[in-house]
């Protein structure tokens, strides 16, 4: 059933100048669960992803290998950006690149809006430009240099030398718009979490001044419409993906339906989202996103995930060890969203271990295991109920609910956490109630029933509520429960209704389930 409601969601636009690590598969895995559950739950969802081609780090890498800037992105996004969808399981509905005709075009229709709009003039700026971040850098994020940098500025983010520019540019009437950003941001939901919020207000009312928002020393990027000797800010250009993938200036119908867009970003890139994006789209008399979410940084040996610095990590170091569901399960749900978090091989390791091999996945062996054993494979018919199994009924419905209200707030941390707590009190369930003792008496036959039944059902919602955080692992139970052929597909269970109880139904046939969560061999 759909509920009508429109659910566009997209990750940022990744640069990709190097191969991904596991921050981007993080903010990656983070929108697909999100993005899964809204689609499972009947919303009207659209997942963006995509690659951000232009500008001038873009040209130096090409440069460098001997290729044309078009030859290599599309090395890049060919060898790594693609094939990283498929090691996470993501289910993205596109995936654009700027360097695509239906992004270009559509771009320029924006830029030449804003320049009739009269919110763009030339002028000319000096300023340090950090080529790693393609932006010219504020005050704050400029430091002294150490080391072979001594005496130079350098980006506090790289860590390496800015380079002074002084062009004749185009610029964007950013300082007219300081008003009603705050006022957008008197809406509480629009950024979250609340300290991303109260850093851009705090930002925005220390003044906003004009953007530069074209370059003319390179010619990689879109061309100014009214000028070709100018091209487009890569920043500028890139936040317009959002829009021109779902139909702006070229599709009003499909924009209509999807947008206004909810943009999840890691909080080094906020402002751009939070303060400059919609600057641009109230200028253009474009809708605002719905809302801006800015995640935390993960932290290596206490620093932030970095290629440059040696912590980047190669989202298949985890997948080909621990697998997809895994990776998803542990940066989801052991990060709270919206703060940094640290990552260890040896916490990823326990958690793995505690949590989906001797907790999630050993509940699902044994308590399928039972029921062929007990009856044959078929799902018994429940007795009547005592107050430990309705114990088990509302631990259900309240862990449903409360997952979906996490949800709304982007808290995939806390959804989780809800779930998890019908796997905690199914496990202790069974420990309690025994079915192995009263399979023993013949005139406790219907109470075993009633609790393998019991443990059985609570396994059906856990699989409906965890598959868009564990697709694979939910599925293989899903199969194993009888459920795909007596109820229908996993993906088409509305999510919502998850916590009612009784909808697998007595006589269904279980079949065998090898281990969701194999035990991993430590080496070394």
Request: glycine content about 8%.
């Amino acid at each position: 059933m759909t509920s009508g409601r429109s659910f566009y969601i997209t990750t940022p636009i990744y640069y990709p100048s190097d191969v991904p690590h596991i921050g981007h598969g993080y903010t990656t895995v983070a929108v697909d669960t999100l993005a899964r559950w809204h689609r499972q739950s009947g919303d009207d969802t659209w997942m963006l992803t995509g690659t951000d081609e232009h500008g001038q780090k873009m040209l130096r890498a090409a440069s460098a290998n001997g290729v044309t800037p078009q030859q290599w992105v599309d090395r890049l996004v060919g060898e790594s950006w693609f094939p990283l969808l498929k090691t996470l399981d993501v289910a993205n509905d596109d995936f654009i690149r700027t360097t695509q005709e239906r992004h270009e075009r559509n771009v320029q229709t924006f830029f030449q809006t804003l320049y009739d709009r009269g919110y763009i003039y030339a002028g000319e700026y000096e300023a340090l430009y950090c080529v790693g971040c393609e932006e010219f850098k504020p005050e704050s994020e400029i430091v002294d240099g150490t080391g072979a940098f001594e005496g130079l500025k350098v980006c506090a983010i790289h860590s390496k030398p800015l380079e002074l520019l002084h062009e004749k540019n185009y610029f964007f009437k950013l300082s007219e718009f300081q008003d009603k950003l705050l006022a957008l941001y008197a809406d509480t939901d629009f950024i979250r979490p609340e300290s991303a919020r109260n850093e851009v207000v705090s930002f925005v009312k220390n003044g906003l001044k004009d953007l530069s928002i074209s370059r003319s020393t390179f010619d990689w990027g879109i061309k100014v419409p009214w000028d070709d000797s100018h091209v487009i800010y890569v920043w500028v250009d890139a936040l317009l993906n959002y829009a021109t993938a779902v139909g702006y200036g070229s599709d009003p119908e499909e924009f209509a339906r999807r947008w206004p867009a909810y943009h999840v970003v890691g909080k080094d890139i906020l402002r751009f989202h939070a303060v400059i994006w919609p600057a641009l789209l109230l200028a253009a008399g474009v809708d605002v996103p719905k809302g801006v979410f800015a995640h935390g940084w993960l932290l290596v040996g206490g620093e932030k995930m970095s290629k440059s610095k040696l912590t980047g990590i190669a989202p298949t170091e985890i997948t080909d060890v621990f697998g997809s569901d895994a990776y998803r399960f542990y940066f989801l749900s052991a990060i709270a969203f919206g703060q940094d978090g640290s990552f260890s091989w040896e916490d990823l390791s326990a958690r793995y271990q505690a949590e989906l091999a001797n907790g999630f996945g050993n509940l699902a062996s044994r308590t399928t295991a039972m029921v062929e054993r007990y009856f044959e494979g078929v799902v018994p018919p429940a007795g009547e109920y005592t107050d430990a199994d309705r114990h088990i009924h509302k631990t259900v419905a309240d862990a449903a609910a409360a997952a979906d209200d996490a949800i709304e707030r982007f808290r995939i941390d806390e959804a989780i956490s809800s779930i998890w707590k019908i796997v905690d009190a199914l496990n202790l369930y069974i420990t309690e109630n025994e079915p192995w003792a009263l399979a023993k008496d013949e005139a406790q036959r219907g109470r075993l029933g009633t609790v393998l039944y019991t443990a059985a059902e609570g396994l059906r919602a856990l699989a409906v509520l965890l598959s868009p955080v564990m697709p694979i692992a939910t599925e293989k139970l899903w199969v194993a429960l009888g459920a795909a052929e007596s109820i229908g597909r996993l993906q088409d269970q509305p999510l919502r209704e998850a916590g009612a109880w009784g909808v697998l139904k007595p006589g269904t046939s279980v079949n065998g389930l090898a281990p969701l969560f194999p035990r991993i061999e430590q080496t070394g």
